[in-house]
């Protein structure tokens, strides 16, 4: 469907993007993942056509758009601030697009509220300004007016950032059920990891201008490809070489000369059955609770730990208490150690 092939963007000597090759199959929701600066938004705006790049194609279904105009790609896009006109109304702001392709009064007609039904917009909030609107009603008014022009792709720059949590989470759900009942190819920009986990079918995950993984949400979390990909994507334990030592000792299969980590959901505490796994004791150094989960820190003599465990509201441990630590050699991601100076 799209597929990028060599793209670098400068600006002036700075490299924004080095030699980027993605490719987004048809009905896809692909998202761009990466700390502020990374380089997925320029990413984004080249296959959009705001930016031009320095070399590279920009390919849709085989033809060559990279020098074709924005408004002749058949890309529609949510930006980050939604860019609505807040005095005009929800019909009008939907309607844009289509008066802009001077269609008759009575298609654009039919078509505003087709599209506002399917994005659960009332025919009272129709007729309203979007400044009369909450966030999460200007949200749906922005990706309806980018979907009523029927394009092939739609492109979402952190659309949900402006959002608060509870509401953020909400359209969470409602965006991934949208592109999945209209089928469209959707790229989606965002620096929220849970987000990217949420949503993607796959994740392309952005470092200073280059891809340092392209996989599932289940790749780049459980089989993260650099340590750059393991560090970023959740909350990870490194591990310290008196403990790795340890581990081997158990199952030897970790090398010395690398670096490792483990999921604090993979570090289990006081379970039966962990046979292979390094069994060590610990103290509870420290307890955060979130209600389906709590996150402990555990002090073993080897080095500190930190473990989730799903609550059950029955096994809550308190500070001070002896429990067992268990990790598996086969749960642990391990990387080359980096040069000095790295």
């Known amino acids: 469907m799209i597929r990028l092939e060599d793209i670098t963007v400068k600006f002036n000597e700075f490299v924004a993007l080095d030699n980027i090759n993605v490719q987004v199959k048809e009905g896809e929701f692909f998202t ?34 990279t020098p074709v ?44 509220a087709d599209i506002a039904n399917r994005v659960d917009l009332s025919q009272e909030q129709l007729g309203k300004a979007v400044s009369q609107l909450s966030g999460g009603q200007q949200q749906r008014v922005a990706i309806a007016r980018a979907l009523v022009t029927e394009p092939a792709i739609i492109c979402m720059d952190e659309p949900l950032s402006n959002l608060d949590a509870k509401l953020r989470v909400q359209l969470r759900n409602e965006l991934k059920r949208m592109q999945q009942n209209f089928g469209i190819t959707t790229i989606y920009v965002t620096h929220d990891q849970e987000e990217a986990l949420t949503l993607s ?6 470092n200073k201008g280059v891809i340092e993984q392209v996989g599932t949400p289940n790749e780049v979390y459980n089989h993260s490809s650099t340590e750059f990909v393991c560090n970023f994507i959740g909350d990870i334990n490194q591990l310290e070489p008196a403990l790795v030592a340890k ?88 990387y080359p150690q980096k040069e000095a100076g790295q």
Do not use: W
Not at 32 to 51: D, E, H, Q, Y
Not at 269 to 290: D, H, P, W
């Open 247 to 334: 581990i081997n000792e158990a199952k030897p299969l970790l090398h010395t000369n690398q670096t490792h980590y483990i999921r604090l959901e993979r570090v289990a505490v006081n379970q039966e059955g962990n046979e292979g796994a390094l069994t060590i004791k610990g103290l509870i150094k420290s307890r955060e609770y979130y209600g389906m989960y709590i996150k402990y820190t555990v002090q073993t003599p080897a080095q500190t730990i930190r473990a989730i465990v799903r609550n059950d509201g029955v096994s809550i441990y308190e500070l001070g208490q002896q429990v067992q630590v268990s990790i598996k050699a086969e749960d642990v991601m391990s």
């Open 201 to 206: 079918d796959r994740i392309a995950v952005f």
């Open 69 to 112: 105009p924005i408004e002749e790609r058949n890309i529609g896009i949510v930006f980050q601030s939604y860019a609505l006109f807040p005095t005009m109304t929800v019909r009008d702001n939907i309607a844009f697009g289509l008066k802009i392709k001077k269609m008759k009064a009575a298609d654009i007609a039919e078509k505003v």
């Open 32 to 65: 761009f993942l990466g700390p502020s600066g990374c380089g997925k938004t320029t990413t984004l705006r080249v296959i959009a056509g705001f930016i031009q790049p320095a070399s590279g194609k920009v390919y849709v279904r085989g033809e060559d758009i």
